[in-house]
């Protein structure tokens, strides 16, 4: 249990990695399976597993729309081979607590049940950083945007790579929330120095910790 309830309304950077640092997807279906538990469990009325939801009549529109309300607003997330990071505002009371623990628990069932494995597939609880000023906010939303330039991701693991700067890039917003996507537009002021921003703080990051690998701590100071 945490020591402190993290507080609605608030900016959290949350980050875990798989255990002994092992890789958390094997295969292309286990990535598309973490991004929809990510955009499925990410509302305030239960949904029960994904197996059960697709076998509702409501699964013929599952991945065009969410009935409930939002636990989370997502504004920037990283999804790597072995670790993740997701930047984030909670909405409910529990919003951050409820929604992590649905996708984490649901992808390790699912990747336990598919891969003949049992334990934990995650290191314990997901940690979370309290984002307490602009100027963390700024160099948070860097870092996690595109946290997989942060390393030398082997070629052969690209493909397990999935983050939100193209959402960015693009402009159109679907995992990243549309109204948190468009507030961090306008406090970098467009898409042009939003994007030049990320490469200057990944560059600073990099240099500072020297080239880093997967097998490396992946946490900001």
């Given amino acids: 249990m945490r020591k402190e309830p993290l507080i609605t309304g608030e ?71 072995n670790h993740f990071h997701i930047f984030l505002k909670q909405l409910v009371d529990g919003g951050i607590a409820k929604y992590m ?37 700024r160099k948070i939303f860097a870092y996690t945007n595109q946290n997989y330039l942060v390393h030398d991701i082997p070629k052969s693991k690209l493909d397990f790579i999935f983050a939100s700067d193209k959402e960015y890039k693009n402009g159109v917003f679907d995992f990243v929330s549309k109204v948190e996507g468009k507030e961090m537009l306008k406090i970098f002021n467009g898409k042009t120095n939003l994007k030049k921003h990320c490469k200057e703080i990944i560059s600073i990051i990099r240099e500072e910790r020297g080239k880093t690998s997967l097998e490396q701590p992946d946490e900001l100071p």
Avoid: W
């Fill in 101 to 137: 623990q649905k996708t984490l628990g649901g992808y390790t069932y699912y990747f336990n049940q598919k891969h003949q494995r049992s334990g934990s597939l995650f290191q314990g609880t997901f940690k979370s950083k309290l984002v307490t000023n602009e100027n963390y906010l």
């Fill in 11 to 81: 900016y959290y950077h949350i980050y875990n990695r798989g255990v002994d640092k092992r890789d958390i997807f094997n295969d292309p279906k286990d990535l598309k399976r973490f991004k929809e538990s990510m955009k499925m469990f990410n509302q305030i009325e239960g949904i029960g597993s994904l197996e059960m939801f697709h076998k509702s009549v409501r699964a013929l529109d599952s991945h065009r729309k969410i009935d409930s309300d939002p636990l989370v607003a997502i504004v920037a997330f990283c999804i790597n081979p």
